[in-house]
C-alpha cells in the first residue's frame, strides 16, 4: 500500500473540494453584494423623489437572508468535512457521510450536467472506518461515473452480513474509456487502507464498495 | 451601449443588470451558455459579460461559441476563483478579455466596459 499515493489523492481530494465550497460561498456572497448595492441604488433614487416600492424591499431582503442561510449552510459542511479528517478510525452512520458527500459532489455533479440521488434506509448504517479515506475513494468512484457522462448517480449504503456496502448505481459500461483503466492505483491503494472491496457490476450499472464489520 | 449577462445565478444577474440599467447601461441577463446563444441571434449586443464555471458550456466554451455567432462581440469574464494564480492562469486562457472577481465591484464593470467600448 502506497501511503505517498493515499497523501497525495488526499490532499487534491481536499481542495477540489474546498475550492468548490469556497467558489459557491463567493456566489452567495456577490448576490449579497448586489442586494446591497441595489438597496443603495433605491435610497438614492428615493431621495431624488422616486418612491420605494415596499414590496421590492421586502423581495431584497429575502433574498439577501437566503443567501445567508445558504452561506452558512456551506461553511457548516466545509465544516464537517474538515473534521471528517480528524480520527484515522471512527464509528460513523453511513447516511450520514453520504448526506455530507453528496452536499458537497452535488456542485461538481451538476457542473457535468448530472445528478446524485441518495437513497437512505430508515435505519442508521454503521461502519467503523477511517472517514475521510472513505468520503475519498467515493468520490473518486463518482468522479469516474461522472467523467462517463452519467445523467444520475443513486448512492445506496446497506448492511450486509459481514459489514456494510455502498452501492452506486448508474447506467454505464466498462471501460468508459479503454485507456482509463479503473480501479486504478490510487484506488487500489485507498481500497487497501480502507480494507474494502470494489465489486463492478457493467450489465445492472453498479459498482459496490464492501467494507468490513471490523475495521 | 448593450450587454448581455451570462450567469447560472439568476439573483445575481437580474440584480446586476437592474443597477446597470440605472446608470444607463441596457443589459438583459440569461441564465445558461444554451440561452445566451438564442438570445444574441435575437439582439445585438456589444459586451457580453460571462460567468467561468456553469453547467453544461463553461464560460471560455461559451466565448467561442458566441465568437463564431457574432465575431465582433467583446467579453468580461465573473469568476468565482479567489487566487491571483486563479485568476492569471483564467486571463491567459481568455485572451484578450477581461476577468473581474465575485463580488463584482460595480464601478470597476463599468469602468471596464467604457475601456473595452473606447477600444
Same mark, same amino acid.
Given at each position: 500500500?502506497?501511503?505517498?499515493?493515499?497523501?497525495?489523492?488526499?490532499?487534491? %481530494?481536499?481542495?477540489?473540494?474546498?475550492?468548490?465550497?469556497?467558489?459557491?460561498?463567493?456566489?452567495?456572497?456577490?448576490?449579497?453584494?448586489?442586494?446591497?448595492?441595489?438597496?443603495?441604488?433605491?435610497?438614492?433614487?428615493?431621495? @431624488?423623489?422616486?418612491?420605494?416600492?415596499?414590496?421590492?424591499?421586502? #423581495?431584497? *431582503?429575502?433574498?439577501?437572508?437566503?443567501?445567508?442561510?445558504?452561506?452558512?449552510?456551506?461553511?457548516?459542511?466545509?465544516?464537517?468535512? *474538515?473534521?471528517?479528517?480528524?480520527?484515522?478510525?471512527?464509528?460513523?452512520?453511513?447516511?450520514?457521510?453520504?448526506?455530507?458527500?453528496?452536499?458537497?459532489?452535488?456542485?461538481?455533479?451538476?457542473?457535468?450536467?448530472?445528478?446524485?440521488?441518495?437513497?437512505?434506509?430508515?435505519?442508521?448504517?454503521?461502519?467503523?472506518?477511517?472517514?475521510?479515506?472513505?468520503?475519498?475513494?467515493?468520490?473518486?468512484?463518482?468522479?469516474?461515473? #461522472?467523467?462517463?457522462?452519467?445523467?444520475?448517480?443513486? +448512492?445506496?449504503?446497506?448492511?450486509?452480513?459481514?459489514?456494510?456496502?455502498?452501492? #452506486?448505481?448508474?447506467?454505464?459500461?466498462?471501460?468508459?474509456?479503454?485507456?482509463?483503466? %479503473?480501479?486504478?492505483?490510487?484506488? @487500489?491503494?485507498?481500497? &487497501?487502507?480502507?480494507?474494502?472491496?470494489?465489486?463492478?457490476?457493467?450489465?445492472?450499472?453498479?459498482?459496490?464498495?464492501?467494507?468490513?464489520?471490523?475495521? | 451601449?448593450?450587454?448581455?449577462?451570462?450567469?447560472?445565478?439568476?439573483?445575481?444577474?437580474?440584480? +446586476?443588470?437592474?443597477?446597470?440599467? %440605472?446608470?444607463?447601461? &441596457?443589459?438583459?441577463?440569461?441564465?445558461?451558455?444554451?440561452?445566451?446563444?438564442?438570445?444574441?441571434?435575437?439582439?445585438?449586443?456589444?459586451?457580453?459579460?460571462?460567468?467561468?464555471?456553469?453547467?453544461?458550456?463553461?464560460?471560455? *466554451? +461559451?466565448?467561442?461559441?458566441?465568437?463564431?455567432?457574432?465575431?465582433?462581440?467583446?467579453?468580461?469574464?465573473?469568476?468565482?476563483?479567489?487566487?491571483?494564480?486563479?485568476?492569471?492562469?483564467?486571463?491567459?486562457?481568455?485572451?484578450?478579455?477581461?476577468?473581474?472577481?465575485?463580488?463584482?465591484?460595480?464601478?470597476? #464593470?463599468?469602468? @471596464?466596459?467604457?475601456?473595452?467600448?473606447?477600444?
Amino acid at each position: 500500500m502506497s501511503w505517498e499515493t493515499i497523501a497525495r489523492e488526499g490532499f487534491q %481530494f481536499f481542495g477540489k473540494m474546498s475550492a468548490s465550497i469556497s467558489h459557491e460561498i463567493k456566489n452567495a456572497l456577490a448576490i449579497i453584494n448586489e442586494s446591497a448595492g441595489l438597496l443603495e441604488d433605491f435610497s438614492i433614487l428615493a431621495e @431624488k423623489g422616486r418612491p420605494i416600492d415596499p414590496e421590492r424591499l421586502k #423581495l431584497l *431582503a429575502a433574498s439577501v437572508m437566503k443567501q445567508i442561510q445558504r452561506a452558512d449552510g456551506l461553511i457548516k459542511r466545509l465544516n464537517r468535512f *474538515a473534521h471528517s479528517a480528524d480520527d484515522p478510525i471512527k464509528i460513523i452512520d453511513l447516511n450520514e457521510t453520504l448526506e455530507l458527500l453528496v452536499s458537497l459532489a452535488q456542485r461538481p455533479a451538476a457542473m457535468r450536467e448530472a445528478r446524485l440521488d441518495l437513497v437512505l434506509p430508515d435505519h442508521p448504517v454503521m461502519a467503523v472506518t477511517n472517514p475521510f479515506l472513505l468520503e475519498n475513494i467515493l468520490w473518486l468512484f463518482l468522479d469516474f461515473l #461522472l467523467t462517463g457522462n452519467h445523467k444520475v448517480v443513486q +448512492l445506496i449504503p446497506e448492511v450486509t452480513g459481514t459489514g456494510v456496502r455502498i452501492r #452506486l448505481v448508474g447506467q454505464f459500461g466498462f471501460p468508459v474509456d479503454p485507456a482509463q483503466a %479503473f480501479p486504478s492505483e490510487r484506488e @487500489k491503494a485507498l481500497l &487497501e487502507a480502507l480494507r474494502g472491496e470494489l465489486e463492478m457490476e457493467p450489465q445492472v450499472g453498479e459498482m459496490i464498495l464492501s467494507l468490513q464489520k471490523n475495521f | 451601449m448593450r450587454i448581455l449577462l451570462v450567469d447560472d445565478e439568476a439573483e445575481l444577474v437580474s440584480t +446586476l443588470a437592474e443597477r446597470l440599467s %440605472f446608470r444607463g447601461i &441596457e443589459a438583459d441577463w440569461v441564465t445558461s451558455g444554451e440561452e445566451a446563444l438564442k438570445q444574441v441571434e435575437k439582439q445585438r449586443y456589444d459586451i457580453a459579460v460571462l460567468d467561468v464555471k456553469m453547467p453544461r458550456i463553461s464560460g471560455l *466554451a +461559451l466565448k467561442k461559441l458566441l465568437e463564431e455567432k457574432d465575431p465582433q462581440l467583446k467579453f468580461i469574464f465573473l469568476t468565482g476563483h479567489g487566487s491571483e494564480e486563479d485568476f492569471a492562469i483564467g486571463s491567459a486562457e481568455a485572451g484578450e478579455a477581461y476577468y473581474l472577481i465575485k463580488p463584482v465591484d460595480l464601478n470597476l #464593470l463599468i469602468e @471596464k466596459l467604457k475601456e473595452i467600448i473606447r477600444t
